[in-house]
């Protein structure tokens, strides 16, 4: 918890100097937002009414995820398709820690805790509980227009994913030298002969 509110308070100032010139816009509503925010998440990740996402989410929003999926425009109907992937395969028990607003922005913390109960959600996500950081961005009607997604993924199986992945590329450009070698040692007892 200590690294994370240090971390949480520099992602804060460094999406409010991104988006300073909209978080200074007539949209002031944060307790509005906030609450906005906690229904997104008690509809679409703690209960399974995933069909209310367009309660929270503008026609098309802006994501900014880990990994290669930076400024990415999706339609609003893609937080649905989320949700349901992993509804479909499992269940959650998720609860918010904390919640921080600011003007449009709103930054949230919370353990999302899945439990997959199909062999599709035992590979793709595996059980546990991973912190995870949101920031939601609003327009001046409340809808969700962007946001920043942060997980935690190293306490999770994904990064063992990772891991392997390296280990094996690793493999692969340690096998090329040693293939050479083997073809370097026939040719000398070929020479010898």
Do not use: C
Not at 3 to 16: A, K, S, T
Not at 52 to 66: G, K, L, R, S, T
């Amino acid at each position: 918890m200590k690294r994370i509110l240090p971390l949480l308070v520099i992602l804060i100032v460094n999406i409010n100097a991104y988006s300073q010139k909209d978080s200074l816009s007539s949209n002031s509503h944060p307790e509005r937002n906030k609450e906005i925010a906690r229904n997104f998440y008690q509809d679409l990740w703690f209960t399974d009414n995933t069909d209310n996402y367009i309660d929270y989410v503008a026609e098309e929003y802006v994501v900014h995820d880990i990994g290669d999926r930076k400024a990415v425009t999706e339609p609003a109907i893609e937080q649905k398709i989320i949700a349901d992937r992993f509804w479909d395969n499992g269940t959650w028990d998720s609860k918010i820690n904390y919640q921080i607003a600011e003007g449009d922005l709103v930054a949230t913390r919370w353990e999302a805790t899945y439990k997959p109960s199909t062999f599709v959600g035992k590979i793709m996500f595996d059980a546990g509980t991973i912190p995870i950081i949101n920031v939601f961005r609003f327009n001046d009607e409340g809808k969700i227009v962007e946001i920043w997604n942060h997980r935690h993924d190293i306490d999770t199986p994904q990064t063992m994913k990772f891991t392997i992945k390296g280990l094996l590329i690793g493999l692969l450009i340690a096998l090329i030298p040693t293939i050479i070698a083997f073809r370097l040692k026939r040719k000398l007892k070929a020479l010898q002969k």
